[in-house]
């Protein structure tokens, strides 16, 4: 049970009912943004697992011509920039790729093998999906994050502080009631005292 300090007035018995109500009304909230988050990751690992496929189907379809990457020269392409944006699912903030940009070193059409433009279109491809895998990933690990987070929150909400509210309550009630009690039969003995009193 929660650990929730209170006193035995009604003061605290209204400060708890003001927790228990927004906590009531908060859970279901919380639990929608779960379920939410919890589609969005398993949206993004299928897509990253889709995309670090192909990358691999297509390195597997390349590899007939690995000889041929030993004429190549590398140092004609690279990743010069990876623009991203940010969206917000469920109310977390997640990478988006927009666009890989690459650099290009000018190279002599003639002096190199006819097959590098088709070399460099192939290294554009691969780096892209490899790219794309990497920020998927990360989006579902963003997103995996916030959802443990959030079940954690439903589960102190639900397991811990709605019972230890109503608890806490239930135990005030009862002694305002018991005091109550012990007033009222306060009162009908001095109540009959007076009265015997008077009879004296």
């Given at each position: 049970m929660a650990l929730i300090k209170?006193?035995?007035?009604?003061t605290s018995l209204n400060n708890l009912n003001t927790q228990l109500k927004m906590r009531v009304k908060a859970l279901p909230t919380i639990k929608s943004k779960e379920s939410a988050l919890r589609a969005e990751v398993k949206k993004a690992k299928v897509e990253a697992e889709w995309l670090f496929a192909e990358m691999?189907?297509?390195i597997a379809a390349y590899s007939g011509i690995a000889a041929l990457w030993n004429e190549f020269d590398a140092s004609l392409i690279a990743v010069e920039d990876v623009q991203l944006h940010i969206e917000?699912?469920?109310?977390?903030?997640?990478p988006v790729l927009d666009q890989v940009i690459f650099k290009e070193k000018p190279y002599a059409l003639f002096n190199r093998p006819f097959w590098y433009p088709d070399g460099i279109r192939i290294l554009k491809d691969l780096a892209t999906i490899g790219i794309k895998s990497e920020v998927f990933y990360e989006k579902m690990r963003m997103l995996e994050h916030a959802r443990k987070k959030t079940t954690q929150k439903v589960?102190?909400?639900e397991k811990v502080q709605i019972p230890g509210y109503n608890e806490a309550i239930r135990k005030?009630?009862?002694f305002m009631e018991d005091e109550e009690n012990l007033s009222k039969a306060g009162q009908k003995i001095v109540k009959v005292r007076q009265q015997m009193e008077e009879v004296v």
């Amino acid at each position: 049970m929660a650990l929730i300090k209170y006193q035995y007035n009604k003061t605290s018995l209204n400060n708890l009912n003001t927790q228990l109500k927004m906590r009531v009304k908060a859970l279901p909230t919380i639990k929608s943004k779960e379920s939410a988050l919890r589609a969005e990751v398993k949206k993004a690992k299928v897509e990253a697992e889709w995309l670090f496929a192909e990358m691999e189907r297509q390195i597997a379809a390349y590899s007939g011509i690995a000889a041929l990457w030993n004429e190549f020269d590398a140092s004609l392409i690279a990743v010069e920039d990876v623009q991203l944006h940010i969206e917000k699912i469920a109310g977390v903030q997640i990478p988006v790729l927009d666009q890989v940009i690459f650099k290009e070193k000018p190279y002599a059409l003639f002096n190199r093998p006819f097959w590098y433009p088709d070399g460099i279109r192939i290294l554009k491809d691969l780096a892209t999906i490899g790219i794309k895998s990497e920020v998927f990933y990360e989006k579902m690990r963003m997103l995996e994050h916030a959802r443990k987070k959030t079940t954690q929150k439903v589960n102190l909400y639900e397991k811990v502080q709605i019972p230890g509210y109503n608890e806490a309550i239930r135990k005030i009630k009862r002694f305002m009631e018991d005091e109550e009690n012990l007033s009222k039969a306060g009162q009908k003995i001095v109540k009959v005292r007076q009265q015997m009193e008077e009879v004296v």
